[in-house]
């Protein structure tokens, strides 16, 4: 192990390195977002030496970073929710019966990983405007849950598998019907894998961009991803007022991401093999 | 009501739902788009037959070849980017101590920001007057080498695929620690005996015995690659003079500001033609290369 010791310095020293080269965008990003401009010109690389919050409050109010944040939240939220009960549901069909359209259903769902999604953008457009559901929220929750159900609904139907069967055929003799024993005894079981795909759901919806550039038009219904665009184009050259804006929009993120790392990686990664 | 009956219905209750809004939203726009491939519509009025029109004026496009030719430079940068970058820090991290799993993280870190983030960030480093990028290449003396990334067109599409890498080496990587975790330690034992040390034992034990995983990362470069469309068209819009377009900002560009839903529709079912080419090609070319 000696013998190693300075080639495993010099190892560690790079890949410390790597992982400071990865960081730095994100931290030059913060560090800016508490720069003037003036200040961002004269020391665009060093810390902040008086730092400001005004950059943050007028990217809040100015900006309409607060409304583009409750309506990010009000879609995440609602789309959330109708995730978790559209996937739980037919996961559990899936995971505990055996029938003749199990197969193809299945099959059904894996198509839905394989579509490249901005595929769909130009005909869910012409769909959404002949139901006349264009420039809502509805137009955006659901098509985000049906791009998230394949994942979902493979997810919590693999937790559920592993479930001892004993467990709810006890329930059923002691009369608790189909509905008790999904509800009661089944998702409060699944609660783990119920939390990952929540965790995985929110990151993207919070973050996606394409459909809701393309099915929301107002200015009051715009989520973050939409109106941080809009303020580049805007505020393009006040840069520390982008960053704060930037910065506001990423903050929740990364606070998730450091409390569930683990389950955000094995998620991430279970869908993008299947996908 | 009899206990199959009641049972079925339990089911069909269970399944409907999910799965109606599921192939409504994500399955049927697939087939409509093909349909409406068919039709001239601005957005107003009825839509007017216009037979395979939209697809032959796709096709005849030489924008359209060009947008293809640039989402193989990204899945090409995707492939030999982020792969040999994932595979050299897997097999630096792979072991389970506080410090790799620190690095892991950080690298991973990008997959949890949004895309337009990423993408305005990476915007500001390659800005040809106040980004990092010239302002570094100045500082070593290599100011002949600044220029404005994102709209010289001989390297723009290049510079896309940096920050393409940047933000997905993450998954890559946790993928081949996982796979290196799972090797079974008594080849690395017979190896150690046979003398099979360092790069030896890297390019005649290690390697070869993750070719599947290696194979399974391609074929998702490939796929993911085709999902570049947000960082895209934050940073360039496709421009400047459609240089950086790509197959998906060619189809926004051609339907939203033009207002020709049948021609983008076209290109959107073509879109969905070529990624299965591309997936069934990889697939192909990774199972003859594995057998011989």
Sequence with gaps: MKRMSVGAHIRSLLLAVYALLTLYPLYWLFVSAFKSNQEFFRHPYALPREPVLANLTRAWELGGMGRAMANS????????????????????????????????????????????????????FIMLNRIGMLDSYAALIFPYTAFELSLAIFLIAAYMSSIPKEIEEAALIDGMGYWGVLLRLMLPLSAPALATVAILAFLRYWNEFSFALVFINSKSLKTLPLSLTLFSDGFGTDYGLTMAAMAIAVLPTIVIYLFFQEQIMKGMVAGAVKG | ??????????????????????????????????????????????????????????????????????????????????LPIALALALLLNRNTW??????????????????????????????????????????????????????????MYALSVPIIWANVGPYLIIFVSAIQNLPSEVDEAAKLDGAVGGRKLFSVTLPMMWDTIKVTVIMCIAGSLKAFDL???????????????????????????????????ISTLIVLVSAALILFSQLLMNRRSSS
């Design chain 2, 232 to 266: 895209v068209f934050v940073m360039t819009h496709g421009g400047p003079a459609h240089t950086t377009e790509l197959l998906a900002t060619y189809m926004y560009n051609s339907t939203f500001a033009v207002y020709r839903y049948g021609y983008g529709s076209a």
């Design chain 1, 73 to 124: 939240a009000i879609v995440a939220a609602l789309a959330l929710a109708l995730t978790l009960l559209l996937a739980s549901l037919p996961a559990f069909v899936l995971s505990r019966y055996r029938f003749r359209l199990r197969g193809p259903i299945m099959a059904f769902l894996l198509l839905g990983m394989l579509i490249p999604i901005h595929s769909t953008l130009v005909p869910l």
């Design chain 2, 1 to 82: 009501m009899t206990n199959a009956g009641r049972l079925k219905l339990f089911m069909i209750s269970c399944l409907a739902p999910g799965l109606l809004v599921y192939g409504l939203f994500a399955i049927v726009p697939i087939v409509w788009s093909a349909y409406y491939g068919f039709f001239d519509w601005s957005g107003i009025g009825e839509p007017k037959y216009a037979g395979w029109d939209n697809y032959a004026s796709v096709v005849r496009e030489p924008l359209f070849w060009r947008a293809l030719k640039n989402n193989i430079i990204v899945v090409g940068a995707s492939i030999l980017g982020q």
């Design chain 2, 99 to 156: 410090f790799s799993r620190t690095v892991r993280s950080a690298v991973f870190m990008p997959m949890v920001m949004s895309t337009v983030v990423v993408a305005l960030i990476w915007k500001y480093i390659y800005h040809p007057q106040i980004g990092v990028l010239n302002y570094a290449l100045k500082l070593v003396g290599l100011e002949s080498w600044t220029m404005p990334w994102l709209s010289d067109p001989s390297v723009n």
